[in-house]
């Protein structure tokens, strides 16, 4: 599912040759910030599926390291970003929040089934 929304964003955009460039950086940031989510979902899952819970403290540390997982995830996702916003005319920077808005709405709704 995530070549097909990757692919839907980049045709989305009408990217030029020059911009098509800094696309690869971009993507390969996306992919791992997925498989990253996804590693970080599977360790919640295994958590969730052991039969001694966690105490009221051990959840909030794991949520803690799990928050700033996905911070420095982000932060390395819109550093790949930049170049290729930077490259982008006014309608494409349009375009690229509609399409990023929607691309994380999507995938998060896949996220759950």
């Known amino acids: 599912m995530l070549d097909a929304r990757l692919a839907g964003f980049k045709a989305g955009l009408k990217l030029n040759a020059d911009q098509e460039k800094s696309w690869t950086p971009f993507e390969t940031a996306v992919r791992d910030a997925a498989k990253a989510r996804a590693e970080r979902f599977r360790e919640m899952r295994k958590q ?4 001694e819970q966690p105490s009221p403290i051990d959840r909030m540390r794991m949520r803690s390291d799990r ?3 996905g ?3 982000l932060k390395a996702l819109a550093d790949a970003a930049t170049p290729l916003y930077v490259s982008l ?6 375009d690229f929040g509609l399409l990023f808005r929607e691309f994380l ?3 998060r709704h896949h996220d759950r089934d």
């Open 105 to 107: 709405h999507h995938g």
């Open 71 to 73: 911070s420095v995830d």
């Open 89 to 94: 005319d006014d309608g494409q920077k349009r």
């Open 48 to 51: 969730q599926d052991a039969d």
């Open 67 to 69: 928050l700033a997982k």
